[in-house]
């Protein structure tokens, strides 16, 4: 078996296959998606399963959560012994460096979380001993992935580590804080983790830097730049949360997000209004063209058909719209903690 195993969010299967077909086209390598709604993964069918997963980077897909190399299909797999299929699919294939045991992040996949953590609690030493996994996690080697649909069908496949999520399920797990004013924190929390790398995450975030946040109420976002120690515009006409302004970091504006300019250049601009994607990717394009903020996080709330072509409209109206720049970044990604969107990180550091 050859191809691609991507997770997604359950119901965005339709948008990741459709991602996937376009993208392989893209690059001229033969294959074919096979998916069912609600599954929360796609399979992508190809006989060069190499090369497609080294033509398309993790960091440039959208709806996947995780990008994945298929090694085989394991079926009618024996309840009382689901190693030894694995010992033989993994012959002549190296040594992997981490071994993780998964399930679908749906209603029915769901239900494998018992078995598939007290599995691989039972198959990581086997693998050890057989030297078909290093003695302690080690990113040199590929990661090795089980990703059980069923009690007796799974898939195995391998991750690059650095071309993949470090999580599990491609899923980080952030703990709603009893401070926060939104759930929404949430969001951006995961922007930060998942769009930027350690090294960006330090030299852009700062205390002390300028931040602007459209469509800011009750205050989610504004709460995580505070946390940061950054000093935030928050821009909407709704209430903010009281507490949030008593920091003192956080100035309070009851205008319209799509008008409002900042004084002088800022280095966040970060935006959560509910509009349409273009018209938001519009906007954003409009601050780095004018030069008002060097990094932006926006969400893009995508309509129920079409999300595919609806974000790749978007993110192209943004790119060609964000003026000349020696540098500009644009990550994107469906992120664990977005329903109906997708989250936009652009930068020109
Ligand atoms: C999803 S909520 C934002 C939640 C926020 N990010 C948080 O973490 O708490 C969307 C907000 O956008 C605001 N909004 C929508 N259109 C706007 C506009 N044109 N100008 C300013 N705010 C707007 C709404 O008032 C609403 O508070």
């Not at 691609?4 to 119901?11: I, T």
């Not at 689901?82 to 981490?98: N, S």
């Not at 040199?140 to 599990?168: E, K």
């Not at 319209?256 to 954003?284: H, I, N, S």
């Amino acid at each position: 078996m050859s191809g691609l195993l991507c997770y997604c969010r359950a119901g965005f299967e339709p948008d990741l296959a459709a991602e996937l077909t376009e993208r392989a086209a893209g690059v001229h390598v033969a294959g074919y998606a096979q998916t069912s709604r609600n599954d929360g993964y796609v399979l992508f069918h190809s006989d060069n399963g190499p090369s497609l997963t080294h033509e398309l980077p993790f960091a440039e897909l959208v709806f996947a959560r995780q990008k994945l190399m298929l090694l085989a299909e394991l079926r009618d797999l024996d309840p009382t012994d689901r190693i030894t299929p694995i010992f033989e699919a993994l012959a002549g294939r190296g040594r992997h460096g981490e071994l993780m045991v998964e399930h679908p992040d749906s209603e029915e996949g769901k239900q494998l979380a018992g078995l598939a953590r007290s599995f691989g609690n039972a198959l990581r030493p086997a693998l050890r001993k057989r030297g078909f996994l290093s003695q302690k996690d080690e990113a040199r080697f590929p990661r090795l992935h089980v990703f059980f649909v069923s009690g007796t069908h799974a898939y195995l496949a391998q991750s690059v580590v650095g071309d993949s999520a470090p999580w599990p399920l491609g899923i980080p797990r952030l703990r709603m804080h009893a401070d926060a004013p939104s759930r929404s924190a949430l969001k951006l929390e995961e922007a930060f983790m998942a769009l930027l790398t350690e090294r960006e995450r330090h030299a852009r975030i700062k205390p002390g830097m300028r931040a602007v946040d459209l469509g800011a109420a009750p205050g989610g976002w504004t709460w995580v730049l505070t946390r940061e120690h950054m000093r935030v515009t928050a821009v909407d006409n709704g209430p903010m949360q009281a507490e949030l302004l008593e920091t003192g970091l956080v100035e309070h504006h009851r205008v319209d997000g799509f008008r409002y300019q900042p004084v002088g250049a800022v280095d966040w601009m970060v935006c959560d209004m509910v509009e349409q994607p273009r018209k938001v990717a519009e906007r954003m394009a409009t601050w780095f063209r004018e030069g008002w903020c060097r990094n932006a996080v926006f969400n893009l709330k995508l309509p129920m058909k079409k999300r595919w072509q609806e974000t790749l409209l978007a993110l192209d109206t943004f790119a060609n719209n964000a003026g000349e720049h020696d540098k500009l970044t644009i990550r994107a990604r469906q992120l664990y903690h977005d329903r109906e969107e997708i989250t936009v990180y652009a930068s020109v550091e």
